[in-house]
């Protein structure tokens, strides 16, 4: 059983008790989320339900944890200008389980 969901203005394939990584939400950890943006459903991965634009179908998921992922480094440089400036990023997800798809 498998299904596309959006969340947070992404498409995940999601599958039940799949963990993925999605953009941070404000819930906190161990509360349960449910996303009824669902796009596409299979139950046997043959025959295909398509929303226009959604289905009548929800996905409820487990909050398991907000993590950061690695940190991407930003140098800029202009030569012999003496311009250097170094800045550091690390994107915000949360991790979730998926429980079922309704």
Known sequence: MIAIVDIKGSQYKVEEKQKIFVPKLKEEKGSK???????????DGKSFE???????????????????????????????????VKRGHRQQYTQISIDKII
């Open 50 to 84: 398509i929303g226009k634009p959604y289905l009548e179908r929800k996905v409820t998921a487990t909050v398991i944890d907000h993590i950061k992922d690695d940190k991407v480094i930003v140098f800029k440089k202009k030569r012999r200008k003496g311009y250097k």
């Open 33 to 43: 989320v449910e996303f009824d943006t669902v796009l596409l459903f299979s139950e």
